[in-house]
């Protein structure tokens, strides 16, 4: 049964693996590449290993016609952000959940669905990435429902790490 206790579950078994990077430093180097290695340091030690884990289920709209995705559960809540920063947020996160359900909103309730797993980019701008790595699912539950998808959003490329974790979940 998918829940936010799994997905919390998933959290603890990243923040476990990352446990190992943290006691290392990154070389020191001059000017710009130092920023950029520092960086990628706080990436590699877990301090940003990933930026969010969400689960996008579908919800109906206000007139009951069809669905929209919609995030459920995010981890971590970001507070504290100004104004501009939380519209950003925003913005990701609706793209997110758009990327999670491609198919649109002609979802209908479903009694069996194949699990899948894919994975996205969201490109920003100034040309940084971000990668998705999903796996959509019929929640647990008796009778028909529409599915989820729970989500990690990293910038580490690491397809085949992130499936292996999804694919550990037991849902």
């Known amino acids: 049964m998918a829940t936010a206790t799994t997905l919390h579950a998933e959290a603890q078994c990243l923040s476990s693996f990352c446990a190992g990077f ?4 990154p070389p020191e180097l001059p000017g ?7 960086r990628q340091h706080r990436y590699v030690s877990g301090q940003y290993f990933f930026e969010y ?3 996008v289920s579908l919800k109906k709209t206000q007139d009951g016609s069809s669905y929209e995705p919609q995030i459920t559960y995010q981890f971590p809540k970001k507070d504290g952000m100004a104004k501009y920063q939380k519209e950003e947020e925003e913005k990701t996160l609706k793209a ?12 209908a309730p479903l ?13 920003e701008i100034d040309g940084s990435r971000r990668n998705g790595y999903c796996r959509r699912l019929l929640p647990g539950g008796r009778g028909a429902r529409p599915p989820e998808a729970y ?3 990293s910038t580490l490329a ?4 992130f499936s292996k974790v999804r694919s550990n979940e037991h849902l």
Not at 111 to 123: D, G, N, R
């Open 96 to 107: 997110i959940t758009l990327f999670c359900f491609p198919e649109g909103i002609n979802w």
């Open 158 to 161: 690491c397809f085949g790490l």
């Open 32 to 38: 710009p590449v130092a920023e950029n290695a520092s």
């Open 53 to 55: 884990l969400v689960v």
């Open 151 to 153: 989500c990690i959003i």
């Open 111 to 123: 009694t069996e669905y194949p699990s899948e797993t894919f994975s996205f980019v969201l490109t």
């Open 22 to 25: 943290k006691d290392s430093e």
